[in-house]
């Protein structure tokens, strides 16, 4: 547990113990949320947009970085 000895490195792959679920659902929301309203650069939020909705791209993106930051095999790959 990355909590146990604070004076020890911190590793990406135990952020999830720390931190939990929630707070990588709520990131990667947030930032597909702004990428797809952005109304500005319309380029970028085409880029994603041609791949495919925002839903999935939440999905995957969170299953990605829960998998990443120690949480289980969550991630697949980008297709489901």
Do not use: C
């Not at 109304?39 to 791209?57: K, T």
Request: charge should be negative.
């Amino acid at each position: 547990d990355a909590g146990v000895y604070p004076s020890k490195p911190l590793y990406f792959w135990q952020l999830y113990s720390l931190i939990g679920h929630e707070p990588i659902i709520s990131i990667v929301q947030n930032f597909y949320e702004r990428v797809y309203g952005d109304e500005e650069e319309p380029w970028f939020r085409n880029a994603f947009d041609e791949i495919s909705g925002i839903d999935n791209h939440v999905q995957t993106q969170t299953l990605y970085w829960i998998d990443a930051f120690g949480g289980g095999k969550m991630y697949h790959g980008g297709n489901y």
